[in-house]
């Protein structure tokens, strides 16, 4: 198990803990968590790729928040897209609401935080995994995974 | 001033959100929407979701999904210039936070 199964495991504890205890500061972990879990996700698929393992952390690190998120995808065809398509839009939707709600975790303390919250935060993460390590391997997903480092495609 | 599209299209967006609600029926209590920029200064469609207190409980995941592709299915956010999300909770939760955003 690698950083990111690690920290959907401490997400999913840090989730159960939280409402267990209705403690605010555990929901905002627990929400932060599980975009890193995904986070991670995406920096280990893409570093496991570059041959000099000394080197892969360094790689990783050139990986930055906003540019993920921003990287653009749209289906051949947008009112049927293929089965993989929409995994694909699936995984980008939910990265970028656990981003939005890891920096509203992180900075918002107005935010009065709820079960329901933190429990699709867990969900969303949960769905990440699934469906990417389902598609990951076929040519959009792996396209879409350069563009999320930043690779241009002209 | 940059506005997306999604400004000029208030109607549109309400009979997509009429459309998902009638849809998936009782499980979601209501959907309300707000345009603005998010955390990175990018615009965005903030949709705030009251489920039932049963669907939050336990069919999060299923109920959760159906309004996610249901709004997606009937509003090209993309067009609008608007990236989605989607905040959900609780009749329950709501009503001890008794926030007027999610009235």
């Known amino acids: ?154 | 001033m940059y506005l997306p599209t999604a400004v000029t299209k208030q109607s549109e967006i309400e009979a997509a959100i009429h459309r998902v609600e009638q849809s998936i029926g009782p499980d979601v209590v209501r959907i309300r929407y707000e345009i603005g920029e998010d955390w990175s200064g990018q615009w965005a469609i903030f949709f705030r979701i009251v489920l039932k207190d049963d669907a939050a409980r336990s069919r999060l995941r299923d109920v959760a999904t159906k309004v996610v592709w249901g709004l997606a299915q009937h509003l090209d956010f993309p067009a609008m210039g608007v990236f989605p999300y989607h905040n959900f909770r609780s009749e329950s939760e709501q009503a001890m936070l008794q926030e007027p955003a999610w009235a």
């Open chain 1, 1 to 154: 198990m690698g950083l990111a199964d690690d920290f959907l495991e401490d997400a999913r504890s840090l989730a159960d803990s939280s409402v267990l205890y209705n403690r605010q500061t555990l929901m905002r972990r627990a929400i932060s968590t599980a975009y890193y879990a995904a986070f991670h996700l995406f920096v280990e698929d893409f570093v496991e790729h570059w041959e000099f393992e000394d080197q892969r952390a360094r790689l990783g690190r050139m990986f930055n928040h906003g540019p993920m998120r921003n990287a653009v995808f749209a289906p051949k065809d947008k009112r049927n897209p293929t089965a993989v398509e929409q995994e694909l839009l699936d995984v980008i939707t939910a990265f970028g609401q656990l981003q939005k709600d890891r920096q509203r975790a992180d900075y918002d303390g107005g935010w009065r935080l709820v079960e329901t919250d933190v429990r699709d935060s867990k969900r969303l993460a949960e769905d990440v995994f699934a469906k990417w390590r389902k598609i990951k391997g076929e040519d959009i997903a792996r396209h879409h995974l350069l563009s999320m480092f930043g690779a241009k495609w002209d």
